[in-house]
Structure formats: structure tokens, C-alpha cells
């Protein structure tokens, strides 16, 4: 099916690659040199003989030895990118003889040439000499040969090269060469202006991914965009719904625009209209989980995330309007979560309704919806000040703070492992809890898990794949939830009179964070993997394997980049400087581990504690 997931898979290649599904890759930006061997390879092409129609194969080039032989120290690492990626698009392109200005080495570079078409993979070749010009002549020349591609297609590719032994890959972008670290475009140079672009893409995004199927009143999002495919899976949901439509509202009050308005007030109309007002008391103010396109019918599933999160937007909707049609519906939703609180202060997970009067109701306990629940009554009772939502959600915020007391900060539940998700769902709620009740042990708990949570982070900036990722998160949506909620934790601790400590720690936090955000966008230079990549930029995409977006992933990055905007300084924020070409080119290195694989200190099974998809049938938070 055109929208199931699509794993990438760890080619022979040093870093993680996808098999990407589709069609219609970025055309390569208009070419112009930087380097005599850039205007050199330029001008000599259309000297090919073959057919401009007909795929053929392309003979070996004539590599010309340069006057003087190229040493490493006479390059640094941009240059030699750009004049690789020059040299081995004249390959492609059947250049008959190309001048060789890269360097030679007593261990021969053993060189691997991966052709992306339409963001699909479609050619690989594989190369070894001592002169890297040969080894990359005979890479490229065979990735091309095996793409069976026509001239014309294959100035439509895009390639990646792949220095194998030596941890040194890099993608084409126009007649750049693009580092790439594990299979992402590195960021290895964070500045306040790439942050309000990234904001104008993700925006750009949002807008575009809501889908009008029911009509132009009922808009609704999808939760995955499979931009491998430029497929989305056939379901429109709630939860994603509801986080669009909050980030939107961020999003207007930060830069007022119409089409905000317009967009908002369409997904509106979907939102409410999946919430349950009649039938069944049991499910009676509840949001069903997700609307199918293909049978027409709501699904017959009721979440406490799902309710949870569409409270918090319907808050921001009476806020922001004043229309008491959302106030209602958030009464609703609150009141029904209160039918789901366990005696002791835990929350069931969902309700799901089997056959014709028969329900099923969830023995486990997320974390993450127990954490979403009490945020969701703090907030309705910081609203209506109604003693119901008061007590339910001191209720649960005692039960957290009796599992920080017995377990630590760094929580576990029963669908997950101890993991960062988790604890960062008891910290945003407790701080919620604070804001309306101004409890002295939920405050402290909240500063003193925060820091704790701080410890885990990445902080090695050597490693620009991981600087700034949190420890046992792996996807995008994990890391820019904890970027959103040290966000909120930043912005709350810089006005408490009673605050506990520095609140610095927690700025500095996110905007490491957000650095390796910018690694998970679809960008123009990223987007080779994507069938169709004007859809896809903007999109922030799962982790290094997986290149699917997840709707939420956007949203709790969108969410952080508009919180901290105004608070950050201009210029560099984060610099991770790239290593010497001599030492990044010393033979022998031994590649990273890819994401998922695991390392010695702390990733050993971090998959499984990733937020998202563990017993996704049961629980989908985000």
C-alpha cells in the first residue's frame, strides 16, 4: 500500500540511506563554479556521445592528472566536497576526459556512489584506487551505468558519496557538496535567522498537510505524511488535529496572517464534530481517536490523550475568541476524563467500544496520558475554577508525586522503559498543577526533576549527529516535545518570584536542541529522499532511519522554535566546528553507529523507549 511506513535501509554505505518509495526528487540547483575544476567539468559538458534519449552505457572517462598533485592541507573540507560532487557529476553526465583535482593516498580510497532519483534509489557504484579521482570515477560511472537512467534523467539525480573507512559522507546540492552525518545533513552552524526560516517552513507545512476531504468545514490532519511516497496513511485524527490547530494559534500570535485564520477555523469544524454527544454515557464528551476516509465512520476508540490534547487546544480557542462553543466542548472532554481516573490517582489509558454493547476499558498505565490528563484538568480548572477538575487533578498530581518519591525522576509505565518522555510529561503537568494551585512540593519536584532530566542530554560536541539529543529519545517527535516543554519550563521560571535555581540551564538546553531539530527538516538539501520535495520541506521527519513526518513532530518543534524566538539572541547560537579534512580523511576510522545501533554508555535498547510507537494500539501519545 502506497502509505504504509518505509524503513530505509542500511546499504553499503558508511551511513543509514533509505530505499525511498516514489518519485520526483529537487532538480538540482542552477550550476555555478567556484573552482577551476568546477568551470573546467562545466565546460566540457555536452562533449558525451551517447543519446540524449536513450539510456547507454557510459564509457570510463579519461582522468586527467593535474600538473601539480593536490595535498590534502591544500583543501579544506567544503572545497573538497564541491570539487568531489563536481568531478563525479561529470561522470554521470559521460564527460569524455575530466581534469582530477582531489587528492591521492597510500591507502587506496575505497569510494561508494549512490544515484537518487525522484527519491528513489536507483543506482549504486563502488570504486578503489589510491587516486580518489579513479576510485570515484569507476563509483560514479558505475551507479550510473546501474541506473539504467537516459542523459536527461540522470541530470535529474542526486547523489551521495560515501568515503567508506574513513566516516566521511556527503550529498550533491547544485555543485555543493552537503556534509552528512549517519544519512542527515549536519547543522553544524545554528544562527537565530535559520530558526524564523525554519519557522516559515514549518508553517508553510501545517498548512499545506490539512486535508479538506470531509469539506471545507470539517479539515482535518493526517498523522503520518510519507514523503517517500508523497503518500498519507487514509485516517484524519483528533490528536494531530488538535495539535495543528494549537501550533497554528502559536503560530498567529506570533505573526498574525490570514490564512492562519482561514486554516484554523476549517480544522475547527472537524474537531468539534468528533467529539461523542450522544449514544452511550460511557463515552459521552470524548473524542473519538480518528475519523477513516475509506468506510466514512469514526473509529470507535476513545483516548485520554486524545481528549487531553484537544482540551488544550479548545482553551487556547476560548481564549482567543471568546466563543463559549469551545469552553462547552472542553467541559465535555474534562468531565469525561474525570470517569477515567483510577482510585488510587493513575489514569486508564482508553475506551474502546468491540461490538454492540460491549467495552473495553485499558488495565494499563501511560505515563505520558497520565501526565496529559492532569495538564488538562489543571488548565480547565485554571478556567472555570470548578472544584471537580481542582480535585481530579490533585488526585493525580499526588500520585505523581508519590511515583518521583518511590521511583526518581526518570519514570517508566507499562508500555515503556524509564525514558525521557515520560519523565518529561510529570514535569510539564506538575508545572501546569503549579500554576493553578501554586503547590510548594509539586513546584520543587518540578525544578529538581527538570535539572535531573538536564543531566541526560548530549552535550559531547564532537558528535554533531547527536549534540543535543536526549538520552534514549531517538525520534523527532520525543526530542522537540522535550524542547517544547523546557521551553514552557524556561519562559515559567524566568517570571516566578519563588523560582528554584538558575533558569539559564534550561535555555540553553533547547536551543541545543533545536540545533539537531534543524538535522530532522526536510530542507532543500535534504529532501532527496522525498518522491515530491516542495511537499515535504518544512516536514521534520522521524530519526535518520525512518524519514516519514509525523505531524506531532512539527508541531512540538513549531511550538519551542515560537516560544524562545523572542528570547534568543542574534547570530551563532551553536557552533560545532568540523574537524580537519587530514583528520576527518585518515584511513581506518571505524563509521559510528547508525541511529538505533546501540553504544556502551547509555543506548543499549533506547528504541524501545522512544515515544510514539511502543504498543501503539494502546498508546499513541505524543
Not at 591507502?107 to 570504486?127: I, S
Not at 526518570?410 to 498543577?433: Q, V
Request: glycine residues 6%; aromatic residues 8%.
Amino acid at each position: 500500500m502506497a502509505y504504509r511506513r518505509h524503513r530505509c535501509s542500511r546499504l553499503l554505505l558508511g551511513f543509514v540511506l533509505a530505499v525511498a518509495l516514489g518519485a520526483a526528487c529537487d532538480q538540482r540547483k542552477s550550476r555555478s563554479p567556484e573552482t577551476s575544476a568546477a568551470e573546467t567539468a562545466a565546460a566540457q559538458r555536452g562533449t558525451s556521445t551517447e543519446s540524449d534519449s536513450a539510456a547507454s552505457e557510459i564509457p570510463r572517462p579519461e582522468v586527467l592528472a593535474a600538473e601539480k598533485p593536490v595535498t590534502l592541507d591544500a583543501l579544506d573540507n567544503q572545497s573538497f566536497r564541491d570539487r568531489a560532487v563536481v568531478f563525479a557529476r561529470a561522470v554521470v553526465d559521460g564527460v569524455a576526459q575530466i581534469p582530477c583535482t582531489l587528492p591521492s593516498a597510500q591507502q587506496p580510497f575505497d569510494v561508494e556512489v549512490v544515484l537518487f532519483h525522484a527519491g528513489e534509489m536507483v543506482g549504486q557504484g563502488r570504486g578503489e584506487h589510491p587516486s580518489l579521482c579513479e576510485a570515484l570515477a569507476d563509483a560514479a560511472r558505475g551507479a550510473a551505468n546501474a541506473s539504467h537512467l537516459s542523459r536527461e534523467q540522470r541530470a535529474e539525480t542526486r547523489m551521495a558519496i560515501d568515503l567508506r573507512g574513513r566516516s566521511y559522507s556527503f550529498v550533491e546540492h547544485g555543485e555543493r557538496g552537503v556534509e552528512l552525518s549517519h544519512g542527515l545533513v549536519a547543522v553544524r552552524r545554528f544562527e537565530r535567522s535559520l530558526l524564523r526560516q525554519r519557522i516559515d517552513e514549518g508553517k508553510a507545512y501545517l498548512l499545506r498537510v490539512i486535508d479538506a476531504a470531509l469539506g471545507p468545514e470539517r479539515a482535518g490532519v493526517h498523522k503520518y505524511y510519507y514523503a517517500p511516497a508523497d503518500a498519507f496513511e487514509p485516517k484524519l485524527h483528533t490528536i494531530y488535529t488538535a495539535s495543528t490547530i494549537f501550533t497554528l494559534l502559536k503560530l498567529q500570535a506570533f505573526a498574525p496572517d490570514e490564512a492562519l485564520s482561514k486554516a484554523i477555523e476549517q480544522a475547527t469544524g472537524f474537531l468539534l464534530s468528533m467529539q461523542a454527544r450522544e449514544g452511550d454515557a460511557r463515552n459521552y464528551g470524548a473524542f473519538y481517536y480518528s475519523f477513516d476516509l475509506r468506510t466514512r465512520e469514526p473509529e470507535q476508540k476513545f483516548v485520554v490523550g486524545t481528549t487531553s490534547k484537544t482540551i488544550f487546544t479548545l482553551i487556547e480557542l476560548y481564549a482567543s475568541t471568546g466563543e463559549e462553543r469551545y469552553l462547552e466542548a472542553a467541559r465535555l472532554g474534562a468531565d469525561w476524563l474525570l470517569t477515567m481516573l483510577r482510585p488510587g490517582g493513575g489514569v486508564r489509558s482508553y475506551l474502546r467500544y468491540r461490538e454492540p454493547g460491549r467495552w473495553t476499558l485499558s488495565k494499563k498505565e501511560s505515563m505520558l496520558y497520565t501526565g496529559q490528563v492532569l495538564s488538562a484538568l489543571s488548565r480547565m480548572y485554571g478556567v472555570t475554577k470548578a472544584p471537580s477538575y481542582k480535585a481530579g487533578a490533585k488526585k493525580i498530581a499526588d500520585h505523581l508525586l508519590k511515583r518521583v518519591a518511590s521511583q526518581g525522576c526518570y519514570l517508566s509505565d507499562d508500555y515503556r522503559k524509564p525514558n525521557p518522555i515520560s519523565s518529561s510529561w510529570a514535569i510539564l503537568s506538575l508545572l501546569d498543577y503549579v500554576k493553578v494551585t501554586d503547590n510548594r512540593l509539586a513546584r520543587n519536584v518540578t525544578y529538581s526533576c527538570a535539572r535531573e532530566l538536564l543531566e541526560r542530554q548530549i552535550d559531547d560536541r564532537e558528535d554533531v549527529h547527536r549534540f543535543g539529543r536526549w538520552k534514549r529519545s531517538l525520534s523527532s517527535s520525543g526530542n522537540g516535545w522535550l524542547a517544547e516543554v523546557m521551553s514552557e519550563l524556561y519562559l515559567y521560571c524566568e517570571r516566578d518570584d519563588v523560582r528554584v535555581g538558575d533558569c539559564e540551564p534550561f535555555k540553553a538546553a533547547v536551543v541545543d536542541v533545536l540545533r539537531l531539530l534543524m538535522q530532522y527538516t526536510y530542507t532543500p538539501e535534504s529532501a532527496f529522499f522525498a518522491k515530491r520535495p516542495e511537499a515535504a520541506i518544512g516536514g521534520v521527519f522521524w530519526n535518520a532511519a525512518e524519514r516519514y513526518v509525523r505531524t506531532d513532530s512539527v508541531c512540538h518543534a513549531m511550538n519551542a522554535y515560537v516560544y524562545m524566538f523572542d528570547h534568543l539572541d542574534e547570530g551563532v547560537l551553536v557552533e560545532l566546528p568540523e574537524p580537519p579534512l587530514s583528520q576527518r580523511l585518515a584511513a581506518g576510522d571505524a563509521a559510528a553507529p547508525a541511529d538505533g545501533a546501540a553504544t556502551a554508555d547509555d543506548e543499549g535498547d533506547e528504541a524501545a523507549a522512544a515515544a510514539g510507537d511502543a504498543d501503539e494500539s494502546d498508546d499513541d501519545s505524543e
